[in-house]
């Protein structure tokens, strides 16, 4: 695909289940980030991957919160024993390299916990 | 203290005016600079990026950095209806890192 593709464009769960989130990064990009935006704030950084080095995690807010990357490829956000205040947009963004390239980011998946 | 403060507006305007945006931060370290647009349930997009002082132009758009200041600016000029958005600046140490503003939310009127 031309863009950065995130599944699902929505969803709502129940407070105390899981949930993965799924990023397609642009073919080609060795670099993708995890970043959330809650209703009326900046996008909150939270996790990093490039390229075979150690992911950045220091965004995490909680151990609740894992991030996976299959190579170059796939990502999964998941988020265990959701919480209302995890409720927010969840926005993948990848670039060619870490480095000095813009960040080019998927349309989201807008969480609701109930 | 916030890392990176800016008004959310909204801002309204009518078609043609010059829109000014402003964001302060609090890092002196910081050297990336950039402001994205984000329609309404999209992606935010990238629009300007630097990562010196001085002015940068694109077209519409033009980008102030005063880091003696902390401070950035983006202009659009002869705003149009399309450019209705939110607008986020961002600023960080590395590029990966980005701390960004709360965004300001634009209406250009036809």
């Known amino acids: 695909g031309a863009g950065v593709s995130q599944s699902p464009s929505n969803k709502v769960t129940e407070k105390g289940k899981d949930v993965e989130l799924r990023c397609d990064p642009i073919s080609g990009h060795t670099a993708l980030y995890w970043y959330r935006q809650r209703l009326g704030q900046g996008l909150e950084f939270l996790i990093y991957f490039q390229g075979n080095s150690a992911p950045d995690k220091s965004g995490l807010p909680s151990d609740r919160f894992s991030a996976e990357r299959t190579g170059e490829s796939v990502s999964t956000l998941t988020i265990q024993r959701t919480q209302q205040e995890d409720s927010a947009v969840y926005l993948c963004?990848?670039?060619?390299?870490?480095?000095?390239?813009?960040?080019?980011f998927g349309n989201g998946t807008r969480l609701t916990v109930t | 203290q916030k890392e990176v403060e800016q008004d959310p507006g909204p801002l309204s305007v009518p078609e043609g005016a010059i829109v000014s945006l402003n964001c302060t931060y609090s890092?002196?370290?910081?050297?990336?600079f950039m402001w994205y647009r984000q329609y309404s349930r999209k992606g935010p997009e990238l629009l300007m990026y630097?990562?010196?002082?001085g002015n940068k132009e694109d077209g519409r758009f033009t980008a102030q950095v005063d880091k003696s200041s902390k401070y950035i600016s983006l202009f659009i000029r002869d705003s149009q209806p399309s450019d209705s958005a939110t607008y986020l600046c961002a600023v960080g140490e590395n590029d990966y890192k980005l701390s960004f503003g709360a965004g300001t939310t634009v209406t250009v009127r036809a």
């Open positions: 630097t990562y010196s002082s």
């Open positions: 890092n002196s370290a910081f050297q990336y």
């Open positions: 963004a990848s670039s060619r390299t870490g480095f000095g390239s813009p960040l080019h």
